[in-house]
């Protein structure tokens, strides 16, 4: 098997050992150190040749005879060999233990006065051999040698701890945390003092009354618009909104058939002429209406001959014929047998004689829509009161539109039901009604800029509110639309968002509000930190919010007496 052999120079490291193990390209690597290599005396840095190289899938092998890199080897399982050329082995406990003693033999003999006399000598390489074979077989007093030496070499390697090199990757994770930890703590450092800290400065100025009446005139063309000159743009908001209602039917009718049959009528004629019996035309019968089926009539020409017979020329020719009827309603009631008195008729002169059988009339009873029901289920919809209905209306205005009062109107159109009236309902009925809400409205900014110009104020003082303004005495004609402009104002001293934030930036809160409330006209002030740990006002404009609000106890609206 081909293997790689790296030479380890003196001066060497061993992160320099460890690429060259990992960069091999066999999978065999002889490493051969130097005499007194200090970078192979440490044993993590053995255990660190022998974990990568089981990590790039490598057998490491040492080259060496030094027992001290033999027994670290024999720690770590690093395979050694004495020469490139020798069978590399694990050394076992007992080598290492060998070896050691063997070690100190050497060291005592060396400090023992040489001997020229060649004689001398044998003796001791007869010694040497003997202390070899007992490598093989240890005895006990052996053991006992080894233990001072082991513990020997566990106190020189705590002597030498200081100058081991640490394992990196043991304490790898503490690191990165501890590095995100700081790096966390660093940014909400940074938020909290320089970012997020935001300010509301509220401050409450004295001020007063003043009462505003103005006429005003108005359009539905916005090219006519001039707002100077107090004609307002009216825009018209409307809304329409469905009401549905369901309700339960209460009418009774009979959906059966119709009762049909004959009847003979008559009339006397004292002269010549005719009387007609259009279709529909009624009569009755114990309160039963019937109807004439077609049209008829009944005629006399002066011919004696076509009167009936009986009939004599001093009480009039009589003239009869037969007509069909249908009953006015379904039902067998209307069923009846023949009857020669009790009848009559919407025809003047026209008597009936004698009535057939009137059959064929059944009853069948079913549930329709009445006019009561739809105007009873009608005024449950309109129960809401016009004020109601104005309410709900408004909150679909735009915050930038104010309406003007009296131009509101409500109307009720398009009423459906389903069932129709007289419509049979099979369950509850279903009421559908339409409500149309119309409004006009004026900018809010045009009516600021009108009150604002018609106002004059000294160059201390300002407004602060335009109050309620709202459209009295509201007419509209054939000569256009016109009003009055109501309100009251509140005005106060001059102060302005810039002149808090220069007195506000950078200060602590304590101080400005003791610095805001010595100006005059200021009230009260109150300022607000987002986070309890912002004690100064930030010094960016754009994260402090002021509001200059009044504070006067005149803020009811005052009735303003028209001029």
């Known amino acids: 098997m081909n293997k790689d052999t790296i030479y ?56 060496t005879t030094d027992p001290a890199l033999i027994k670290l080897a024999a720690a770590a399982k690093i395979p050694v060999a004495k020469t490139l050329q020798s069978r590399p082995e694990v050394p076992t406990d007992e080598d290492v233990a060998a070896l050691m003693a063997n070690e100190q033999v050497i060291d005592d003999m060396s400090d023992q006065p040489e ?86 400065i509220q401050v409450s100025v004295q001020t007063e009354g003043q009462p505003f009446n103005e006429s005003v005139t108005f359009t539905q063309n916005e090219s006519e618009k001039n707002v100077e000159e107090g004609k307002f743009y009216v825009e018209e908001q409307k809304q329409e909104k469905k009401d549905t209602v369901n309700f339960e039917a209460t009418g009774k009718k009979d959906v059966g058939n119709k009762a049909s049959g004959s009847i003979k009528v008559y009339a006397y004629f004292n002269d010549a002429g005719s009387i007609s019996i259009p279709a529909g035309a009624s009569f009755s019968y114990g ?69 057939g059988s009137i059959s064929g009339g059944t009853s069948d009873i079913k549930t329709v829509v009445t006019q009561a029901d739809v105007d009873k289920a009608k005024s449950g919809i309109e129960s809401k009161s016009e ?23 409500v109307s009720v159109s398009d009423v459906s039901s ?3 009236v007289n419509e049979e309902c099979s369950g509850n009925a279903t009421l559908t009604v339409t409500t149309t809400v119309t409004m006009l ?91 309890f740990w912002v004690r100064s006002v930030p010094n960016d404009p754009n994260r402090v919010n002021i509001e200059l609000t009044n504070s006067s106890d005149n803020n009811a609206e005052e009735e303003v007496v028209e001029e």
């Open 441 to 531: 409205a004026v900018d809010k900014g045009d009516i600021e800029q009108f009150v604002k110009s018609k106002v004059e104020l000294p160059d201390d003082r300002e407004i602060y509110s335009i109050g309620n303004p709202r459209f009295d005495q509201f007419v509209k004609g054939d000569n256009g639309m016109s009003a009055k402009l109501k309100t009251t104002l509140q005005v106060g001293p001059k102060i302005t968002n810039e002149e808090v934030m220069e007195k506000a930036k950078g200060r602590k809160i304590g101080e400005v509000q003791s610095m805001l409330k010595s100006i005059t006209g200021v009230t009260d002030v109150k300022i607000d930190g987002n986070f």
């Open 287 to 355: 309160g039963m209406s019937y109807y004439a089926a077609t049209a008829s009539s009944l005629s006399w020409d002066k011919n004696d001959e076509h009167c009936d017979p009986g009939s004599s020329f001093s009480s009039g020719c009589r003239v009869s014929t037969n007509i069909n009827i249908t009953a006015a309603e379904p039902g067998d009631k209307y069923n009846v047998g023949a009857q020669n008195s009790g009848w009559s008729s919407n025809v003047g002169g026209v008597l009936v004689e004698s009535g």
């Open 115 to 200: 001997n020229d006399n060649k004689d001398d000598k044998k003796p001791a390489e007869k010694t040497t051999d003997a202390e070899k074979k007992s490598e093989d077989k240890p005895k006990a007093d052996d053991k006992d040698e080894e233990k001072p030496e082991k513990k020997s070499d566990n106190k020189g390697g705590k002597g030498k701890k200081g100058g081991k090199v640490p394992d990196i990757k043991k304490y790898r994770k503490f690191i990165i945390i501890g590095a995100a930890l700081f790096v966390s703590i660093v940014a909400f450092l940074v938020w909290a003092l320089a970012i997020a800290p935001k300010v509301d």
């Open 418 to 420: 389903s069932p129709a």
């Open 8 to 63: 380890i120079e003196p001066e060497n490291d061993i992160t320099d050992i460890l690429a060259k193990l990992k960069n091999s390209e066999q999978k065999v690597v002889a490493l051969v150190p130097p005499k007194k290599a200090g970078v192979l005396r440490s044993a993590v840095n053995i255990k660190l040749i022998a974990k990568t190289a089981r990590d790039n899938e490598k057998a490491a092998v040492l080259v």
């Open 387 to 409: 004020e109601e209905i104005k309410a709900d209306f408004l909150k679909s205005f735009s915050d930038n539109l104010y309406p003007i009062d009296s131009s509101f109107n």
